[in-house]
């Protein structure tokens, strides 16, 4: 809850994760990762709102940009930023097989040591789903994720595949999250596996499969 924001657009609302922070107290500048086709526009033409959590209340700040790094051409993702007085935290980004970042064990607090994406069990997705006709307000959204396999060179790039039971419309550019075991051995830390944004659907049929889709 802390490190998802709900972002409200003029065309799809969807889903961020605060990932990094610049400036002086008082005068922050907040970064986030979201999918592409969320931050479609332009802030500077368009009002693009950001809900997220500041202590125990939720703030609304106004998205001040969108960046689209070369490196992201071929993906489905993008950075925003924001400019506001508050103090978020910022999630940090695992990266796969990083020496001495984590410290794998046969079970910790009964979840297992998935070796494939150096985290202690399974993940989850969160985000922010939009109104529906039976939940008529935005909602925060955790779903446990039990990641398959990847798919290196799928479209868009979408690598990371996982089964998800509730992942809704609204959590796009949301986060999937693991836990890893900190070196001197005190506890877990939790940090961003990929960004969420596609559930596998089947065809003309609108049906789906279960599988949801992220960006590692």
């Not at 998205?63 to 978020?88: M, Q, R, W």
Request: charge should be neutral; charged fraction near 15%.
């Amino acid at each position: 809850r802390k490190v998802v924001i709900g972002i409200e657009t003029p065309a799809a609302p969807g889903s961020g994760v605060i990932i990094g922070r610049l400036g002086s107290e008082g005068a922050w500048t907040y970064y986030f990762l979201t999918a592409k086709h969320v931050a479609n526009g332009n802030p500077e033409n368009e009002e693009f709102l950001i809900f997220a959590k500041s202590g125990n209340n939720t703030s609304i700040e106004k998205v001040s940009a969108f960046i689209h790094p070369p490196e992201f051409k071929e993906i489905d993702l993008a950075v925003g930023s924001f400019k506001t007085k508050n103090i978020y935290q910022i999630a940090p980004i695992f990266a796969l097989g990083t020496p001495n970042s984590y410290v794998p064990f046969g079970g910790y607090n009964g979840k297992a040591f998935n070796d494939s994406e150096k985290i202690q069990g399974g993940g989850i997705v969160a985000g922010v789903s939009i109104p529906t006709a039976s939940i008529t307000v935005p909602v925060f959204r955790v779903s446990n994720a039990a990641i398959q396999d990847r798919a290196p060179g799928n479209k868009d790039g979408y690598e990371m595949l996982y089964i998800s039971p509730s992942t809704v419309p609204g959590m796009s550019g949301g986060g999937v999250f693991g836990a890893r075991v900190c070196p001197d051995e005190r506890g877990a830390y939790a940090g961003l596996l990929a960004i969420h944004g596609r559930s596998e659907g089947y065809g003309q049929s609108g049906g789906r499969s279960g599988t949801s889709l992220g960006i590692p």
